[in-house]
């Protein structure tokens, strides 16, 4: 395919005037780099440690009730990753080597809706987060509650509602704006509907109940049950000098899971922050996109948020000692995960 040369497209006549196009080259260049090439760089390397997660953890989520939280978070991170795919390595691309104006409509559609579908698939995972963090919380600070509280069948049942609660709570905001065309250019432009100009929803829903449910409420309660997780840990590690494998083990699921609860909790800071913004700057579409006053922000909570669901494999890697061996069997072409040395582990 040949390369065009954005100098082709210099100046455009738009409402009688010309439009220097020249000026937009600082954007095309901020979307190619932050955008196509850093964010598809991530995007490309979560989605293949996502991938071996759930071909790892896929085999064994049937004995253990955290295992299957992270195997149900691993799908979710792949989500995530896949709707920002489509929304932002072609952006720069397309700008780049074709033109500003070169996939309007497309970029359009796929940053107003595309980061609505985000935050959805975002929000099921922050749910199993949650999940995956109460599964330990039981396992390692309220043991006898463990058969009651940690079993498969459960993760299963919560994973599901945390879908459909994540889609019902998110489905407003694909209704804020309207599709206007323009008539002689065809292109895509949206309007506000009333309901963004409502005081009301936007204190209510677009500001607290987003708030609470996006980063105050898994903020908090991942913090606590980190923290008290962390206390036990080290007063078990006083009382006992020596520990088994299978002792380890847990403890390295445990430690993976409280480093994703710090991830999480920084990553998610920027959702706060960008939801605060499109309530301050409507529409906010405008505000982010080139010459706008939030045009270099507008990228910096999709990378947080690839980020996020990009980074569980690695700590996995790094803080897991089994996972590492299963990782290194599955590369080598393996096909037998090593062997549960009991079959006592079942709920926890």
């Not at 964010?39 to 490309?44: D, S």
């Not at 049937?62 to 799908?75: D, E, Q, R, V, W």
């Not at 409280?258 to 920027?270: E, G, M, N, T, W």
Request: aromatic content about 12%; hydrophobic content about 45%.
């Amino acid at each position: 395919m040949a390369t065009v040369s954005t100098q082709e497209f210099s100046t455009e006549s738009v409402g009688g005037q010309q439009l220097d196009l020249s000026r937009f080259d600082s954007c095309i260049l901020y979307y190619l780099i932050f955008g196509s090439c850093f964010g598809g760089f991530l995007i490309i390397i979560g989605l293949a440690g996502n991938g071996m997660t759930i071909a790892i953890m896929g085999r064994e989520r049937k004995k253990s009730a955290t295992i299957n939280c992270l195997f149900m978070l691993a799908i979710a991170d792949s989500l995530v990753l896949i709707t920002y795919g489509f929304m932002l390595i072609p952006v720069g691309i397309r700008k780049y080597f074709f033109g500003w104006w070169n996939g309007h409509n497309y970029n359009h559609i796929a940053l107003r809706y595309g980061s609505e579908l985000t935050r959805t698939f975002n929000q099921v995972s922050a749910f199993i987060t949650m999940l995956v963090t109460f599964q330990r919380y039981v396992s390692v600070c309220l043991p006898h509650r463990a058969k009651q509280l940690c079993s498969v069948r459960l993760v299963n049942i919560l994973t599901a509602v945390s879908y459909v609660v994540s889609i019902l709570f998110f489905l407003p905001n694909f209704f804020l704006y309207a599709i206007l065309v323009d008539s002689i250019t065809n292109r895509y432009r949206f309007i506000s509907q009333p309901l963004v100009h409502s005081s009301a929803f936007q204190i209510l829903y677009a500001t607290v109940a987003t708030g609470l449910v996006t980063y105050v409420i898994p903020v908090s309660s991942l913090s606590f049950m980190s923290i008290q997780i962390l206390r036990t840990l080290k007063t078990q590690s006083k009382m006992m000098q020596k520990s088994d494998d299978r002792t380890q083990a847990r403890k390295d699921l445990t430690l993976s899971s409280v480093a994703i609860v710090a991830l999480f909790l920084i990553c998610q800071s920027f959702v706060l922050i960008k939801s605060v913004l499109m309530w301050l700057y409507d529409p906010y579409s405008d505000s982010s996109r080139c010459e706008g006053e939030l045009q270099y922000f507008s990228f910096v909570p999709y990378i947080t948020m690839i980020a996020n669901s990009s980074a569980n494999f690695a700590i996995y890697v790094i803080l897991a000692k089994g996972f590492r061996k299963k990782v290194t069997r599955l590369l080598k072409g393996r096909n037998q995960v090593a062997p549960n040395k009991s079959t006592n582990t079942k709920n926890t």
